[in-house]
């Protein structure tokens, strides 16, 4: 399954080819949690902005760091038949992969590579149990 966040479906071309894929909002559990439940891999894709690279250019994630101030599975341990989830080796690794700090609302540029709620989606599909979770930034400046 492939998906981008609102965030970027926003900032992109309305002919762009990601916007084939499903758009989510990342801070919609309830939307998410139908939607991921029926997946077996996962395919994120989220907005960045850094100057250091060109417009459009595509990072694999590789971590994030979640600057959000929520967690996505507080409140919903129950359901999920969890207490604590490990989300450490989170992300299929690819070369030159980047850390994403995760900001919310704002992108926070003193971050190298700051992206919106890309953690809200990552954690809630790693404790339904998707195994293999690949993120990618796009760099709209």
């Known amino acids: 399954m492939k998906i981008i966040t ?3 479906a926003k ?4 002919d762009h080819k990601l916007l084939s894929n499903q758009t989510v909002n990342p801070q ?11 997946a077996q891999q996962l395919t994120i894709y989220d907005i960045t902005s850094t100057k250091k690279h060109s417009h459009e250019t595509i990072f694999s994630v590789t ?6 101030g929520n967690n996505p599975l507080i409140g919903h341990q129950i359901e999920l ?17 980047v850390i994403t700090d995760c900001c919310g609302k704002e ?3 003193k971050y190298l590579y700051p992206s919106h709620y890309l953690c809200n989606i990552t954690i809630l ?14 760099n709209i400046i």
Do not use: C, M
């Open 125 to 138: 599909a790693k404790a339904l149990d998707i195994q293999k979770i690949s993120a990618y930034l796009v």
């Open 81 to 97: 038949g969890i207490d604590f989830i490990d989300i450490t080796k989170l992300y299929l690794k690819e070369q030159n992969s």
């Open 6 to 8: 609102q965030q970027l």
């Open 63 to 68: 971590d994030h760091i979640n600057r959000t």
């Open 11 to 14: 900032k992109l071309p309305r």
């Open 107 to 109: 992108l926070n540029r």
């Open 28 to 38: 919609d559990y309830s939307t998410l949690y139908s939607l991921l439940s029926k």
